[in-house]
T-cell receptor, first 117, second 112 residues
Framework: EAGVTQFPSHSVIEKGQTVTLRCDPI?????LYWYRRVMGKEIKFLLHFVKESKQDESGMPNNRFLAERTGGTYSTLKVQPAELEDSGVYFCASSQDRAGPFTDTQYFGPGTRLTVL | GNSVTQMEGPVTLSEEAFLTINCTYT??????LFWYVQYPGEGLQLLLK?????DKGSNKGFEATYRKETTSFHLEKGSVQVSDSAVYFCALGEINDYKLSFGAGTTVTVRA
């Protein structure tokens, strides 16, 4: 079974540019999450999809960040325009959670390292 | 709100040494507790978990016990190997909330 995949693995852009990160969850997982780790600090929750619907986007830092999940499959996270403080590693995770939170494990992808110059 | 504090690294050990990584938490409810590990070039993997007080999670020789009285979930391994070199994250999740709250991570390097 394929795991969670993320693309690209690395992205270097200049301040003011736009970047789109992609996450492909494990097939059949309805729950998809985005997290971010900035400057070696803690990993912070950004948002949670259930199928194509945003269940919780309380962690999104500001309106420069836009997440979508087309047809309840893959998800994209767009940063427009990027700022220096957006640099970090963006992780995607997915889970089935057939019977409620933490019944099933959140499986993480390898992350996308974003550097904004 | 919820928060997790884990010991700062980096930690460097020799093979067969004993490893402890301290983790304490603050939670509004009664959380489940996790240790995730990130090996070089890979994604986060669940190492072990515990869902209620006094539960012990274990995997790959690692253990952690959910201590409600001290709000702790320290990770231990009696004899580390070079292959245990990784970043270790302590995390918690509330029962009615899907998101995980993580600590800052501890980088562990095991030397042969």
């Amino acid at each position: 079974e394929a795991g969670v995949t993320q693309f690209p693995s690395h992205s270097v852009i200049e301040k003011g540019q736009t970047v789109t990160l992609r996450c492909d969850p494990i097939s059949g997982h309805d729950n998809l999450y985005w997290y971010r780790r900035v400057m070696g600090k803690e990993i912070k929750f950004l948002l949670h999809f259930v199928k194509e619907s945003k269940q919780d986007e309380s962690g999104m830092p500001n309106n420069r960040f836009l997440a979508e999940r087309t047809g309840g499959t893959y998800s994209t996270l767009k940063v427009q325009p990027a700022e220096l403080e957006d640099s970090g590693v963006y992780f995607c995770a997915s889970s089935q959670d057939r019977a409620g939170p933490f019944t099933d494990t959140q499986y993480f992808g390898p992350g996308t390292r974003l550097t904004v110059l | 709100g919820n928060s997790v504090t884990q010991m700062e690294g980096p930690v460097t050990l020799s093979e067969e040494a004993f490893l402890t990584i301290n983790c304490t938490y603050t939670a509004t409810g009664y959380p489940s507790l996790f240790w995730y590990v990130q090996y070089p070039g890979e994604g986060l993997q669940l190492l072990l978990k515990a869902t209620k007080a006094d539960d012990k999670g274990s995997n790959k020789g690692f253990e952690a016990t959910y201590r409600k009285e001290t709000t702790s979930f320290h990770l231990e391994k009696g004899s580390v190997q070079v292959s245990d070199s990784a970043v270790y994250f302590c995390a918690l999740g509330e029962i009615n909330d899907y998101k995980l709250s993580f600590g800052a991570g501890t980088t562990v390097t095991v030397r042969a």
